[in-house]
């Protein structure tokens, strides 16, 4: 790690890392580098300086009125030399560097890994790090440049978002379910029907269907099954143990071929929004823009409802 005690910017790297981090520990793992290089590094930049950068204690780091004043000033540099770096490659036309990238754990796996392995092969000096898990990851702690996230987004000044279509959850069941209990009629018939829910938290989550006067609600239901997997659901249900509210992008293939029938296809069902986010920023990394285009580019027709 000798060469980060020699390089000034390194050290400014390192310092900054660690003033939006809190700690040498995540600040280290954001750039990929040991705990110790990082504390190193701060600690040189500390000796050349001759000042006081962080007040630290066991369980926090935090900015000393000398570290505030600095980090401000090397915040904006840095920056602007990532803007120049990133201007060099759009100029070149070349992706570069690396990307991570975050994104529900089914939807992850059936629609953007395919597409992050074309991009693979169109860029071979774009290194991607993809985490399909659905918790949400956070941007600065978990080092995230893109997220993929399903449901309505809270207000916030410093991420930009775009919406990639809406989700149409869609009511189903295996034919050998309907031909052992029938098919449901309307909305009060699921109540007599084995119900399969998504779990979150311990709590299932409601199935939002219009009511008689068209208005979306969540019928009371007490789901026979539960689980916290969209896959688990979608096997259970063409293995014929109930009904399931689902995405319709999990299920097409499966209701085009008779695998699963689509029961009250004449009720309102809920269309749950899909967004790609970043973080703000005065230049947009051109790897980031690229992806993004991308994303924009293949995932809106995956979601359309069939004409």
Avoid at 88 to 98: I, K
Avoid at 261 to 275: E, G, Q, Y
Wanted: glycine share 8%.
């Amino acid at each position: 790690m000798e060469p980060i005690a020699n390089d000034r910017l390194a050290g400014v790297s390192a310092f900054v890392a660690s003033a939006e981090a809190g700690s040498f520990a995540q600040a280290a793992e954001r750039l990929g580098l040991t705990r110790s290089a990082v504390g190193k590094a701060v600690a040189r930049l500390e000796e050349r300086l001759g000042a006081r950068l962080f007040v630290r204690t066991t369980r926090s780091l935090g900015l000393t009125e000398d570290g505030q004043m600095f980090y401000e000033r090397c915040a904006q540099a840095l920056e602007d030399l990532d803007a120049a770096r990133h201007m060099l490659e759009a100029g070149r036309r070349e992706v570069v560097g690396r990307l991570r990238i975050s994104a529900p754990v089914v939807f992850g796996r059936h629609h953007v890994a395919p597409l992050l392995l074309e991009l693979a092969q169109l860029h071979p000096r774009l290194r991607i790090e993809a985490s399909f898990t659905d918790r949400q990851l956070d941007f600065a702690d978990d080092g995230i440049d893109l997220a993929i996230r399903s449901g309505e987004l809270s207000d916030s000044d410093w991420l930009v978002a775009r919406r990639l279509g809406m989700q149409t959850m869609v009511l189903c069941a295996s034919p050998a379910y309907l031909q052992a209990h029938g098919a449901p009629r309307s909305v009060a018939d699921l109540a007599g029907h084995r119900c399969i829910a998504y779990m979150r938290s311990g709590r299932a989550a409601p199935w939002r269907l219009a009511g008689e006067d068209g208005s979306l609600a969540a019928p009371v239901l007490e789901p026979t099954l539960g689980f916290d997997d969209i896959e688990t659901i979608a096997t259970a249900t063409l293995q014929g143990a109930g009904l399931a509210h689902m995405p319709l992008w999990r299920v097409r293939s499966a209701l085009d071929s008779g695998a699963l029938v689509r029961l009250l296809p004449d009720v309102p069902a809920a269309r749950i929004p899909l967004h790609v986010l970043w973080p703000r920023t005065r230049f947009l990394p051109y790897r980031l823009r690229v992806t993004i285009d991308a994303l924009l580019a293949a995932i809106p027709p995956l979601l359309q409802e069939p004409s």
